[in-house]
């Protein structure tokens, strides 16, 4: 039963389980997110994406900034409390919200200013093809920010959900191996609890 309420952190289930966890996303990731933050360059007429949405609270945060803010999420429960969350800006059309996998984009090549990944890519089944996806829907000198509490699958905040869950924790000069193959410049950060945020910026 412990399990099976964890696993809403891969894929929040239609239940008040997954409900919870995702409101709880919102409030709980909220430090580490605003520090991944800090490595962006923000304008008003930037177009930012943010994948795997969760609640929505980087789309909310992301409207303070900016006037068009897109969000990704495959499950059903985290578009709804994201669009619930972000109901005002949607009413004005200064905020979308879409169900689907992150490894195909519905969107045109070189539209988006930033996009940004919190929490979500140790999910991601095809990695390389969402990289190339976001590579693709990046403007040029576009940033991408991959921001992550666990830098490595040993590490001690980590290790155990990994190994509960069975999710990915790719290590960070892999990543940014990738990323730079794919078209990337690519530099990571770490603050002192070894959280770890990579900017990738669009050759
Ligand atoms: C741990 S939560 C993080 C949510 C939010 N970014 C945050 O920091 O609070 C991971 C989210 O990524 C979503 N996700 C995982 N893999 C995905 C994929 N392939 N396509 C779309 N969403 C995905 C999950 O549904 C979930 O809402």
Not at 29 to 40: D, N, Y
Not at 105 to 130: G, H, Q, R
Request: contains cysteine; glycine residues 8%.
């Amino acid at each position: 039963m412990f399990k099976e309420f964890f696993k809403n952190v891969i894929k929040p289930k239609e239940n008040f389980g997954g409900r919870f966890m995702v409101k709880g996303m919102n409030v709980g990731h909220e430090k580490l997110a605003s520090w991944g933050r800090s490595f962006l360059n923000i304008e008003k007429d930037h177009n930012i994406l943010d994948l795997g949405c969760g609640g929505g609270r980087n789309i909310e945060y992301f409207l303070t900034k900016s006037n068009k803010v897109y969000g990704m999420d495959y499950s059903k429960t985290s578009v709804e409390i994201a669009r619930k969350l972000n109901r005002e800006a949607i009413k004005r059309g200064r905020c979308k919200i879409i169900e689907g996998d992150v490894s195909s984009l519905p969107f045109e090549d070189n539209s988006f200013d930033i996009v940004t990944a919190f929490e979500t890519i140790y999910f991601w089944k095809e990695l390389e093809k969402t990289f190339k996806e976001i590579h693709r829907v990046l403007k040029k000198r576009g940033q991408f920010l991959i921001c992550n509490e666990g830098a490595y699958r040993d590490h001690k905040n980590i290790k155990k959900w990994a190994d509960m869950l069975e999710f990915e924790v790719y290590d960070p000069d892999y990543l940014k191996g990738l990323l730079e193959e794919i078209g990337f410049s690519c530099e990571y950060h770490f603050d002192n609890k070894e959280h770890i945020a990579f900017i990738s910026i669009k050759k």
